[in-house]
């Protein structure tokens, strides 16, 4: 039987991404970080369209080369279409484009979101790997993103509960930037967190009835501490880091396991999953430890490198598409905002 292989690609913000897939198996996933942001403080959209069109052609040499794939083996090409920054989804779906036309080959359009769950399904050919059954629940915790995901099959995913202001990575690196920690906070937060009191500070959690999160409640809460407390003593921040860090970050994760624990409830489900950057934070990598063992969950973790923005995950879901022949035209444009289905 002929090989399906699929080269993903990705450039939804500052990550330019290209992987490829051989028969469900992850062959090479290599990745372009943008250094340029970080004296900005965040994203600049611009900067990273631009610092795209760089990247693209020699990290996709360098992902076929490492997979040790012709371009003329590939079965489809498949893209990022949104969310995401359109400047940067422009310069993958038209290298995409372009590349499947010249190959002769289909075209999967990717949702970038539906493929950060999907990044629990990579394999990379080892033998203990193992996967969620539909239907699932998959707390989505990004940058720009805080969901709960009802997973029902591949292409049928439905956002249950959302954020109604802030991410919760946004409201990590929002919080660190007010204690002077550089861009992206969140993982400095985490690892100055272990050595701090989560219970140090009490700050505000949200009462919203339904699924839905919020965090700006939170970081407004967490300014006028650290305004209060620095107008008594200049140092304050310095000298309680480690336990503003933990607070918070305890904080952030009771609101983000308190609304996925009455999801899985509610819905009478015991498969649970985290995705996205923030699932790289080691705190809410045990809190699901801790409520699988509670609470009986089967708990889904990614490893380190499907956390973040990948090209693996596309190709992931593009072999899953591929499977059903689910292409596009070449007539499809890159869309910025989330939807509620994917
Ligand atoms: O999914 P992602 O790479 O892309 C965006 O949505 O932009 O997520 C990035 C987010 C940032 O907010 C970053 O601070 C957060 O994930 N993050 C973390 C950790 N690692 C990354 N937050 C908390 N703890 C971490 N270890």
């Not at 913000?13 to 004296?39: K, R, W």
């Not at 009191?197 to 919020?214: D, E, G, R, T």
């Not at 933990?246 to 899985?264: F, G, H, R, Y």
Request: charged share 20%; aromatic share 8%.
């Amino acid at each position: 039987m002929q090989s399906t292989i699929i080269l993903g690609i990705e450039s939804s913000c500052d990550d330019t991404s290209a992987a490829v897939i051989q028969d469900g198996i992850l062959l090479s996933n290599v990745i372009a970080n943008q250094s340029v942001h970080s004296n900005y403080g965040g994203v600049v959209p611009e900067l990273a369209s631009r610092a795209h069109q760089i990247n693209i052609i020699p990290v996709v040499h360098e992902a076929l080369k490492r997979a040790g794939i012709n371009k003329n083996e590939l079965s489809a090409i498949t893209f990022t279409r949104g969310p995401g920054l359109l400047g940067s989804l422009l310069v993958g779906t038209s290298f995409a484009k372009g590349f499947a036309q010249a190959l002769n080959i289909p075209l999967i359009d990717v949702n970038h979101l539906q493929a950060h769950v999907l990044a629990h399904f990579i394999r990379e050919g080892k033998p203990d790997e193992r996967h969620p059954d539909y239907p699932f629940l998959c707390l989505l915790v990004s940058g720009g993103n805080s969901q709960i995901v009802l997973v029902k099959s591949y292409n049928d995913m439905e956002v249950v509960g959302q954020t109604i202001d802030d991410a919760a990575g946004e409201a990590f690196d929002k919080c660190a930037k007010v204690m002077g920690l550089p861009y992206p906070g969140g993982p400095h937060i985490d690892r100055l967190a272990k050595e701090g009191n989560p219970k140090a500070f009490k700050l505000n959690k949200p009462q919203l009835p339904n699924y839905n999160y919020s965090f700006s409640g939170l970081k407004t809460s967490f300014l006028y501490l650290l305004r209060d407390k620095t107008a008594d003593n200049p140092n304050f921040i310095s000298e309680n880091l480690a336990d503003l860090c933990a607070s918070l970050q305890s904080t952030v994760i009771d609101i983000l396991m308190n609304k996925l624990k009455m999801a899985a409830d509610d819905f009478n489900i015991q498969q649970v999953a985290v995705a996205g950057g923030v699932s790289a934070n080691s705190a809410l990598r045990q809190a699901f430890q801790d409520y699988g063992k509670k609470y009986g969950w089967k708990i889904f973790i990614p490893p380190f490198a499907y956390t973040t923005d990948n090209a693996a995950m596309i190709a992931m879901t593009g072999y899953l598409k591929y499977q059903h022949a689910d292409f596009c035209s070449i007539s499809e444009v890159p869309f910025a905002r989330v939807t509620n289905k994917f």
